[in-house]
């Protein structure tokens, strides 16, 4: 029983990870193993998982954003309006102004975090909801791009369209793999040992807290190792010409230094502060305004490289682009054991919260579903995932509230009637009554 | 008296970390009030709690028997329907509705599938004249005060056919005249034959209504007197509760006290809504190191406003006034500036606006000055850990660890964690605002000893409290506050109750004695 305890609390990402994390991992994992089988082995082909990262990698970015603006306590439902809006921007800016490629994204970037920064101003200054400001963000900015695009397509040049469909160049020897993919698999399983190794020492260097057991770790990096392993070979050995996407390290290089920010750095706790108790943190002397304005400005930011991502992929920036990205990218965070209250949710959490959704998309489309089935499916998953959550809350276990806040600590025998093991009393009530 | 109504055999409630009540028995009679006493934190709420399911069968240690037979409630509504009805302090009507539809709310007469308005507006006014309550049953009841409130929730548990009526401080809020009433009220219940049980803090009133009492302190059952015995004088019930003399409440203390280092000059704040309100009015005074200053006055006499508009503005609209802190002015224009001056301010609601109750002991301990534990930018999780643990230590916080979440910590507890959170900032003022409210007895006096040790280091320190024992036992020096302006300034050796209070009651600037 202990070990299980250990296992759930202790498996995956030490601090950073939740027992709800844990679960939604497990559910990943099941998800994965279903439609490998049900395709008959298609789901974990090279093409697919390439594709995969392709298609979901901009909606994981904006669930980076959206995951900081929801553990601040808000809420952005103009993502999508506004990665289209820079869309068309920055296609009409490259093609028919002649503003070469890479300024191109600088400008774009620019536009998005303007657009962040007038969405802060009315939430963080002016007091306006911001699920008002973004409501209206979203009806603002889809407008915007009909209006500049004429609501017509407008196609991108071919050196654009790298950071969306670009993949790794072959370099060096001819292995028969991808080589650069194959290093950057080896700096992976690096930093992952690096990682594991700095969190128990600064662990051992808090005297009176006990590290998790050895074992966990152990277990944990062989696990991690070979899951990384196996997408490198699966990623470096596909077609010829293709190899880790260029979009699947952009969001990597994302995902690692918002995780860091979030959870290292002073900025990144105040968001947490905030969402947390808002008037307590201003207390505390968090500048509660600069906080919200921040947090709107980057998703802004955030929304337009998704934008730009999705525009380099499909090689041209049209009217439809971004619609209902916001409704993804929000249920990704939720998916990802956010609360909806603000104050709780890691980045980590929301991405596999994001590759939940994209596998289950990806699976059912792969085995012929018809769109209505799988917004149906989508659907009651949202659903369910969240409320398991919260009834697993008030059950007083798997919370993320436990979990989060005591990952590492090893429960002394539970003494009679404490809440740790309430299930077994209430369901004892239950019987009685 | 008649026989036992209900018998609570042994009850053992515990908490992570706490143990709320520890073989607490309680015995009440059929047709009694039972008045139960104790101090904030005796386990007085926790074993109503108990009784009326809140803490379901199965949480707690003991036996609970009812009318001659064992009960186990697994929730309110099971032991509802036994007929025990709680009304707790906090009133739970909806005022926004009638006191008909409060009356029946969750317990609506139906005929046919739809309320029966009729039937209900009929009986509502039955049972208001119950409890002698004259109102049209359509007032909604936020129209009325609090006295009728109280009496509409009283009138809620009748229609729940109530035989065991429990109130918890039923007279806190209340007028004289409203408090008279409904202790009339209760004696009246008694003739018809129900039971009550009302914790109450006003021991005047116990004494004047219960017929018998139990004293609750630290958890346990120290004893039941009843009035037939003819025992019942308030100094017993004041030793029961308190457990010791009133003397020995404070550690022993020789103040330190150095020069004025703060001072404030003609602080003028006005109300952050309406414009011709001051809620501070050219206030001045001065904190020297080492001293302990009180601040008395009655609720909303603007003592926390004046605190808060000193932390940073955060209250308020700043009119007109100066810092001085070690002889030079500072200008202090956001709670990050009070921070880096050396100011701290603990708030009087630590889970409202003191703590984020999502956060653990850790992470709260050093809220306030990250940067404190941040080495090139990044937060070093280790100096964190090290920094919480040398203050769980020093502060004697009960909590198993420093992961633990604070909101697993008892009151006393919670209180501890706020204060360590303002002494990592390192302040040179404290401005503590009601730091014992809400907390047992024990953990007062170690606040008070961290209070003077804090004063020891040379620091100043403000106290805010409502307790007037509090102030005098605890400052060296007590400023009077009324209606937004300091109006005396008494001396440890010259403060007595009376004095203060005619201090804190009167505009005109006494003479300082």
């Known amino acids: 029983m202990s070990r299980v305890r250990d296992l759930q609390k202790n498996l995956f990402g030490g601090t950073t990870s939740n027992a709800r994390q844990f679960g939604m991992i497990f559910t990943l994992v099941a998800i994965v193993l279903y439609f490998q089988i049900r395709t008959g082995g298609l789901t974990l082909t090279s093409g697919n998982l390439i594709a995969l990262t392709q298609q979901y990698a901009y909606i994981s970015i904006l669930s980076i954003g959206m995951l900081m603006v929801i553990v601040a306590g808000h809420i952005d439902l103009s993502v999508g309006s506004v990665a289209a809006f820079t869309g068309i921007v920055v296609a009409k800016a490259v093609t028919e102004h002649d503003v070469p490629w890479p300024a191109g994204i600088l400008l774009g970037l620019a536009v998005g975090a303007l657009i962040g920064a007038w969405q802060g101003f009315w939430v963080a200054y002016i007091g306006v909801p911001a699920f008002i400001v973004t409501l209206a963000g979203m009806l603002l900015f889809r407008g915007g791009n009909q209006y500049i695009g004429n609501a017509d397509t407008v196609p991108v040049p071919e050196g654009f369209r790298v950071i969306g469909a670009g993949y790794l160049p072959e370099v060096g020897p001819a292995t028969g793999y991808n080589n650069l993919t194959l290093l950057l698999g080896l700096l992976l399983c690096a930093a992952v040992i690096w990682r594991e190794w700095r969190s128990r020492r600064v662990r051992q260097q808090m005297e009176g807290a006990e590290p998790a057991p050895a074992w966990i770790s152990v277990l944990r990096l062989t696990i991690l190792l070979s899951v990384i392993v196996f997408a490198t070979l699966r990623f470096a050995g596909g077609r010829v010409g293709t190899s880790f996407p260029v979009s699947g390290i952009i969001l990597a290089v994302l995902v690692i230094a918002y995780s860091f920010y979030t959870r290292n750095t002073a900025g990144g706790r105040h968001i947490y502060a905030v969402g947390g108790n808002a008037r307590a943190a201003e207390l505390s002397g968090v500048r509660l305004r600069r906080v919200n304005f921040l947090v709107m400005t980057n998703m802004g930011l955030l929304s337009a490289l998704a934008g730009m991502i999705f525009v380099a992929r499909s090689a041209a920036s049209g009217p439809q682009d971004g619609l209902t990205w916001e409704l993804d990218a929000i249920a990704a965070v939720f998916i990802g054991g956010a609360a909806v209250s603000g104050g709780l949710g890691t980045v980590s959490g929301s991405i596999v919260g994001g590759l939940v959704v994209a596998v289950l998309n990806n699976g059912l489309q792969l085995i012929g579903t018809g769109s209505d089935m799988v917004q149906i499916i989508r659907g009651l998953f949202l659903l369910g995932a969240v409320a398991l959550d919260v009834y697993n809350k008030k059950q007083g276990r798997f919370s993320i509230i436990g979990s989060l806040t005591r990952p590492f600590h090893r429960e002394p025998p539970a003494p009679p009637g404490a809440p740790a093991t309430p299930s077994r009393a209430d369901a004892k009530a239950a019987a009685a009554g | ?513």
């Open chain 2, 1 to 513: 008296m008649g026989n036992a109504l209900l018998e609570m055999r042994a009850i053992t409630k515990e908490f992570p970390g706490v143990r709320a009540l520890s073989d607490v028995s309680l015995v009440v009679a059929a047709g009694e009030i039972h008045a139960i006493c104790g101090e904030n934190g005796a386990g007085k709420s926790t074993l109503m709690k108990v009784l009326s399911g809140v803490h379901p069968y199965g949480t707690y240690d003991g036996d609970i028997f009812y009318q001659g037979r064992e009960c186990r409630f697994g929730d309110i509504r099971a032991s509802e329907h036994a007929g025990i009805v709680i009304i707790h302090q906090e009133l739970a009507l909806v005022p926004g509705m009638s006191i008909t539809e409060n009356i029946f709310l969750g317990n609506e007469p139906r005929r046919w599938g739809r309320i029966d308005w009729k039937a209900a507006n009929h009986r509502a006014l039955e049972l208001m004249s119950l409890v002698g309550l004259k109102e049209d049953p359509d007032t909604l009841v936020k129209d009325i005060g609090v006295g009728k409130q109280q009496l509409v929730e009283i009138a809620k548990a009748f229609a729940k056919d109530v035989k065991l009526l429990i109130l918890d401080e039923p007279t806190a809020a209340l007028n004289e005249t409203d408090s008279r009433h409904l202790l009339d009220l209760l004696r009246g219940f008694k003739q018809r034959g129900i039971t009550s049980i009302m914790i109450s803090h006003k021991l005047n009133e116990v004494e004047a209504i219960a017929d018998a009492i139990t004293i609750l302190r630290d958890g346990r059952t120290i004893e039941t007197i009843t009035v037939a015995s003819g025992e019942v004088d308030e100094d017993r019930i004041v030793r029961g509760m308190v457990g010791r003399d009133l003397e020995s409440r404070f550690p022993e203390h020789v103040p330190r006290i150095g020069e004025v280092f703060f001072e404030v000059r003609d602080w003028t704040v006005r109300h952050p809504i309406s414009a011709d309100r001051l809620v501070c009015k050219n206030s001045a005074f001065t904190v020297r190191r080492g001293e302990i200053v009180g601040f008395a006055g009655l609720m909303g006499a603007g003592r926390t406003e004046l605190a808060m508009s000193i932390f940073g503005r955060s209250y308020g609209v700043h009119l007109d006034g100066k810092i001085f802190k070690d002889g030079r002015e500072v200008e202090i224009r956001s709670v990050a500036d009070a921070i880096a001056h050396g100011l701290a301010y603990v708030s009087e609601d630590r889970k409202a606006i003191g703590l984020n109750l999502l956060d653990d002991v850790k992470t709260s301990v050093v809220a306030a000055k990250l940067s404190k534990i941040t080495r090139r930018g990044v937060l070093d999780e280790a100096a964190q850990y090290h920094e919480a643990e040398s203050y769980r230590k020093s502060l004697r916080i009960k909590t198993p660890t420093v992961d633990e979440p604070v909101t697993r910590l008892s009151g006393g507890n919670q209180q501890k964690v706020v204060l360590a959170k303002w002494m990592f900032t390192d302040p040179d003022l404290l401005i503590l605002d009601e730091p014992t409210r809400g907390i047992d007895v024990g953990a007062k006096y170690e606040i008070y000893g961290i209070i003077q040790r804090l004063a020891d280091e040379g620091r100043g320190v403000i106290v805010i409290s409502s307790e007037m024992p509090e102030l005098i036992g605890l400052c060296d020096r007590i400023y009077t506050v009324f209606e937004g302006a300091i109006t005396g300034e008494v001396a440890r050796r010259d403060a007595d109750p009376e004095l203060l209070m005619k201090q804190m009651t009167s505009s005109r600037r006494l003479p300082t004695p």
